[in-house]
């Protein structure tokens, strides 16, 4: 009973605070451009096809 009542509370310990960070901050990528010029995008469909 003692070892359940630990396991559950390491449990909660680690969802609760394993994921400090936004998941907005998580999903942002320095490298992708925010923005893209429309011939870059239209040129890169035109090599595609």
Not at 11 to 36: H, S, W
């Amino acid at each position: 009973m003692n070892k359940l009542i630990i396991l559950i509370g390491a449990l909660f310990l680690v969802t609760t605070f394993g994921c400090e960070d936004n998941f907005e901050e998580l999903e942002k990528d320095p490298n992708r451009p925010v923005t893209a010029p429309a011939s870059l995008i239209l040129n890169n469909i035109e090599f595609q096809m």
